[in-house]
Nanobody, 122 residues
Framework: VQLQASGGGLVQAGGSLRLSCAASGRTFSSYGVGWFRQAPGKEREFVTTISMSGDSTYYADSVKGRFTISRDNAKNTVYLQTNSLKPEDTAVYYC????????????????WGQGTQVTVSS
């Protein structure tokens, strides 16, 4: 599985961005997907995850109520809608996929995209 993250950019605080994670492969519906982020000088942190079918989602407390993950298996794409962005959301955002994966541990995800930069100005 190859993943391509896109949709990042520069936005003012309070703004929104929709990130996309496009996957190759015909069995994408068997893969759980997670989003992680890494800010300069900080460790990578979990953001959110979605199950294979899309029925289950889980969010880090820091983004709960502001971010929404969804997926379209027909398009092999997972989306991350980010609203009410804050300067502390500034980071490189990575999508990751794992066979039957779900949860906050990066070890559950074997395949990683290249990342997309999100910068939130105050």
């Amino acid at each position: 599985v190859q993943l391509q993250a896109s949709g990042g950019g520069l936005v003012q605080a309070g703004g929104s961005l929709r990130l996309s994670c496009a996957a190759s492969g015909r069995t994408f519906s068997s893969y759980g997907v997670g989003w992680f982020r890494q800010a300069p000088g900080k460790e990578r942190e979990f953001v959110t995850t979605i199950s294979m079918s899309g029925d289950s989602t889980y969010y880090a407390d820091s983004v709960k109520g502001r971010f929404t993950i969804s997926r379209d298996n027909a398009k092999n794409t997972v989306y991350l809608q980010t609203n009410s962005l804050k300067p502390e959301d500034t980071a490189v955002y990575y999508c990751a996929a794992g066979l039957y994966a779900y949860g906050s541990s990066p070890n559950r995800y074997r395949y990683w995209g290249q990342g997309t930069q999100v910068t939130v100005s105050s």
